[in-house]
């Protein structure tokens, strides 16, 4: 079965490239525009792994992985954030949080692969 | 209708030009107005319909018809006998409008018959005659074909109706 | 790369729609206003531009939102405090950004030294920055636990080495997602790899915590790959799990795999048997998907936000489809008028099913019509939001105190409509400004309040959508404009117009009240093109004035431009179609009612005022027509400048909303003519332009006029199908 992976991003560009790499590399792909949004979708579908992006309007992503990290359903799943490249003190804070890991921005088809089999093989 | 039928053969001879691409001939659909004999690239074509009553513009040359509705798009239809000063065309059901494609344009001339299609190798094509001849309109013509005894003035369609409808010159020739 | 190309024309668009956000940010931030939420948007606005830019190797742009975001950062994190000049810096920035999107999109460079002085000031902000703590960063850096023991060894003969790895990841590690059996595999991609288990953290089952791991692993693999794709697989878990790297010294590949006790000193607890690690860890994963989750009540994850899952409901289309669908809606209206029309000629009675089913269908034809132009339609908002920039600049430039207030922003007409409103807009609030609002001196001086209000507005009226543009300025000065008017010849001295008349004469052409052209509302235009831009699509626009109290203009549009509401004439064979928009009443004159004038020219008394008639059967020349206008029809129709004419015609077929065609895609455009619509039998009609019928009949005919009138054709058209 195809693995299913959620973009969770505010910038519509970024969501279509992550979902379009994705896919091509055989992932499922579902978006969400914001923290809350993804909230909303990720309790109805379950999905093998997000990514998500950390400042979007209405739920930032870091309160999103909190959200996630105290459900049933997504304790261990793993969630990548995206950063920006000098942001040590965001992966440290996403970490935190329960972040799996990241993907820095902007990152490369081959790189978003690579780490995506990563985590989630 | 036989319109029909020309429209069919249209179609099937298209698909020969694209296998022979790359051999010297092209394909001339031919038709008639009076006795003359003219003939369009087929590649410039893209299909031939009966007529269908126009609608008038206003306040234009004799030889632009009127425009009609081409499944949901209004093209323009030319006269091509009053085009070449033969006055305008009584229009029967028999009459046919060679619809044609000038760049992003589309429209129709009015003709009277379907007559032929024909491969045509360049250097078989005679350049048209000069001012002298008498043909004042030898610019809108691209060559000149004898084929079994009748003459055929190849039409530069691009330019055939540029005055009228304000194409620029550079786009003449695109559908050659 | 190469694939991410398409994501190109998504991403301009969106840097578009985030240009605007942050420009709407940024006009709202005044140094006593700092509303988080907003900064925080207009940085994620250029943050995102940023990114999405560096994806697609757009250095410049990348290089220059870098700096804009550095000092929105700045903003956000309270270390560069907010500043008029800063505010106008910001502006400028976001400007520039919008230039340097263009120069990407079609991929020319900036010039050189683009820019300069904004990205100065930029430095200079981002300078002026209270300095954090520095050593945030030193907490993070790369944690010690990651050794790689490089020693030196040779390699084997095939290029490949071998490597001992041991891995004990923190306890709680697949609370963060991570899962060992991941890196397990991908070392086992490496190359051969050995895996060894140590259980020896086991603890009791009655103290086994499901979530927890006690394993340790200790694998050793030879391959072709370095120590750095190996510390790669270990990426994110090596800041807190132990993650030992030791290179074997040169042995032969196959001896390596075979040695299990050739392990690394660092490993020496880790050669207890080993059971199957996915085995242990299937069963983890299972027991953890029951575990009962002592936080989950803490943090309800459905109690914010109501209004988020609107992201849920809505899907991109791409407007071309849009377009075609409209199309063929336009189509399928045509055939049902057509298929209605043939059905009329049915012996009565018969058939009743076949009627009654047509009948329906027309319904649903009209129901889709509306539901497919709806999809079109757009908040107007979009170019509301424009304004507060011009108003600021205006208000600049003028040295006046103006404050926008803008309201029904939620308005939806349709996408080209809001096009075309950009312009008309433009011109009214300049209009509003420059000649409407007062000094503040001498707003004061007349017991206003120093700062005067623009109110945009826009609400559904009718079928209509009617935006207004209202001041509380000083109103239209009628004794000025009255003089200006006689003075260039557009009313005669001594003529007595009511106020209303008077108000209007401003949307006369040529007409300008200000003294002087001010370097604002002088570009040119004014108010006579307004009115022409608007009523060439359909529309009509009035003014109302109370004077020391203000001006409001009132514009009104149709929904869409896709469709017309017409009525169907005819002249001769030919038929016409009149927007009914231009039409009074029609009626057949009386002899008595008309009266011949020197040039041949007909004039006819109707509504107590004397009404030119312009026959369209010698305007157009078409044969076979009724010429005689006490036999035809005369349908009174009012152009944009109010001025009314009488086209005669035949007969009058009937109102009829049409599918606007486009006549110029295949042929021109025509002088008289707006555009051109298919009827119910399938035959092509011209949409009559009325102004253009007009001019024509005072110029004599169409020659004369063209060169005229194709200057006007630069205007909007109607958007056409």
């Known amino acids: 079965m195809k693995k299913k992976v959620m973009t969770v991003d505010d910038s519509r560009t970024m969501r279509e490239m992550v979902s379009f790499t994705l896919k091509g590399a055989g992932y499922d792909v579902v978006e969400a525009n914001d923290g809350q949004h993804a909230l909303n979708v990720l309790t109805a579908n379950k999905v093998d792994l997000v990514i998500a992006d950390l400042n979007m309007p209405i739920m930032d992503g870091l309160t999103l992985i909190r959200k996630l990290r105290a459900t049933a359903q997504y304790r261990t799943t793993p969630i990548l954030m995206l950063t920006t490249e000098a942001d040590d003190k965001k992966k440290a804070e996403g970490r935190s949080a329960g972040a799996t890991g990241w993907i820095v921005k902007p990152f490369d088809p081959a790189k978003l692969i690579s780490v995506v089999q990563k985590v989630c093989g | 209708m036989s319109k029909s039928a020309s429209l069919a053969t249209v179609g099937s001879i298209r698909g020969d030009v694209v296998a022979t691409a790359n051999s010297n001939e092209e394909q001339y659909v031919t038709f008639t107005v009076g006795n003359e004999e003219y003939g369009v690239n087929i590649l410039s074509v893209r299909e031939i319909r009966g007529w269908t009553p126009e609608s008038r513009l206003p306040n234009l040359p004799d030889y632009v018809r009127g425009v009609i509705n081409l499944r949901g798009i209004i093209i323009p239809i030319f006269d091509l006998r009053a085009r070449f000063g033969g006055g305008i065309t009584e229009v029967t059901k028999r009459h046919v409008v060679v619809v044609v494609q000038v760049g992003e344009r589309t429209r129709g001339i009015l003709v009277d018959a379907i007559s032929d299609i024909l491969a045509i190798s360049q250097d078989q094509i005679k350049p048209p005659p000069t001012m002298e001849s008498g043909l004042v309109e030898s610019q809108y013509l691209s060559g000149l074909f004898t084929a079994e005894n009748r003459m055929v003035t190849l039409l530069d369609v691009a330019r055939l109706f540029a005055i009228e409808t304000g194409d620029d010159e550079h786009q003449s020739g695109a559908a050659d | ?721």
Not at chain 3, 80 to 90: F, G, K, M, N
Not at chain 3, 391 to 417: C, I, Q
Not at chain 3, 554 to 578: C, K, N, Q, W
Request: net charge negative.
């Open chain 3, 1 to 721: 790369m190469e694939d991410l190309q398409q994501f190109k024309q998504t991403y301009f668009e969106e840097s578009g729609e985030f240009l605007g956000v942050a420009e709407t940010g940024l006009l709202r931030l005044t140094p006593g206003n700092a509303d988080m939420e907003e900064i925080n948007a207009i940085f994620r606005a250029v943050h995102s531009i940023k990114g999405g830019g560096g994806a697609f190797g757009f250095s410049d742009l990348v290089a220059f939102a870098h700096e804009f975001e550095t000092v929105m950062d700045g903003v956000r994190n309270g270390t560069i405090a907010i500043t008029d000049e800063l505010v106008d810096t910001l502006i400028r920035s976001n400007d520039v950004l919008g230039q340097l999107l263009a120069h990407a999109r079609d991929g020319t460079r900036p010039p050189a030294g683009f820019a300069g002085q904004i990205v100065a000031s930029l430095k200079n902000f981002a300078a002026s920055a209270i300095q954090e703590d520095a050593d945030v960063e030193e907490l993070y850096a790369p944690s010690p636990a990651v050794t790689a023991a490089a020693t030196g060894g040779a390699t084997a003969a095939d290029g490949r080495r071998t490597y001992s790895v041991r891995f004990r990841p923190k306890a709680d590690l697949l609370l963060t997602g991570n899962d060992p059996t991941f890196m397990l595999r991908a070392l086992k991609a490496l190359g051969d790899a050995e895996i060894e288990c140590d259980i020896g953290g086991l603890p009791t089952l009655a103290h086994l915590e499901p979530e927890l791991i006690y394993l340790q692993w200790l694998v050793t693999v030879t391959t072709a790959k370095n120590t750095s794709d190996i510390q790669d697989i270990f990426e994110f878990v090596s800041d807190e799990s132990l993650v030992e790297i030791a290179e074997h010294s040169a042995e032969s590949p196959a001896s390596a795999a075979s040695k299990a006790e050739a392990k690394p000193p660092a490993a020496a607890a880790a050669s207890k048997a080993g059971a199957a690690p996915p085995a242990v860890y299937a069963t983890e994963a299972a027991a953890s998907a029951t575990a009962a989750k002592p936080t989950a009540g803490r943090s309800s994850a459905q109690s914010e936000g109501g209004h988020a899952n609107l992201g849920n409901h809505t899907i991109r289309v791409d407007l071309d489809k849009i377009d075609r669908l409209v199309n063929m809606v336009g189509e399928m209206v045509i055939t049902q008028a057509m298929v209605a029309e043939h059905v009329r000629d049915l012996p009565q009675g018969e058939f009743q099913e076949l009627l009654e089913g047509l009948e329906q269908l027309a319904q649903h034809t009209r129901e889709l019509r509306e539901s497919v132009m709806s999809i079109r339609a757009q908040p107007v908002g979009s170019v509301f939001s424009r304004m507060p920039r011009l108003v600021r600049e205006l208000a600049t430039a003028t040295g006046k105190d103006v404050s926008l207030v803008t309201s029904g922003e939620n308005t939806e007409v349709d996408k080209t409509v809001v096009e075309n409103l950009v312009d008309p807009l433009t011109h009214m609030i300049r209009n509003s400004i420059d000649h409407g609002l007062e000094s503040p001196d001498t707003r004061e001086a007349t017991g206003k309040p120093r700062t005067g209000t623009v109110h945009l507005s826009a609400a559904h009226r009718s079928g209509r959508i009617v935006i207004e543009v209202a001041d509380d300025g000083k109103g239209i000065d009628r004794p000025r404009v009255m003089q200006k008017a006689v003075e260039k010849g557009l009313v005669q001295a001594g003529a007595t117009l009511s106020d209303e008349e008077i108000d209007n004469l401003i949307f006369l052409p040529g007409f300008s009240t200000a003294d002087k052209i001010s370097n604002i509302s002088g570009r040119g235009v004014g108010m006579d093109v307004v009115r022409r831009n608007i009523t060439s699509l359909g529309g009509r626009i009035g003014v109302y004035s109370t004077p020391g109290q203000g001006s409001r203009f009132i514009l009104s549009l149709p929904l869409t431009l896709a469709v017309l509401d017409g009525m169907v004439i005819s002249v001769g064979a030919e038929r016409f179609v009149l927007p009914l928009t231009n039409i009074i009443e029609s009626l057949r004159p009386k002899i008595a009612d008309l009266h011949g004038l020197v040039n041949k020219c007909d004039v006819m008394m109707a509504r107590g005022e004397y009404i030119r008639l312009v026959y369209l059967h010698a305007l157009f020349g078409i044969p076979g027509a009724i010429t005689d206008a006490t036999k035809g029809l005369v349908v009174l129709v009012e152009t944009e400048d109010g001025g009314r004419l009488g086209l005669v015609v035949d007969e009058v077929l009937g109102q009829q909303q049409v599918v606007i065609k486009s006549l110029e895609s295949n042929y021109r455009r025509l002088d008289g003519v707006a555009a051109a619509t298919i009827l119910g039998d399938g035959r092509v009609a011209l949409i009559l332009d009325v102004a253009g019928l007009q001019e024509m009949s005072q110029h004599g005919g169409s020659a004369s006029s063209v060169a005229q009138r194709q200057v006007t054709a630069a205007s909007p058209q109607p958007h056409v199908m």
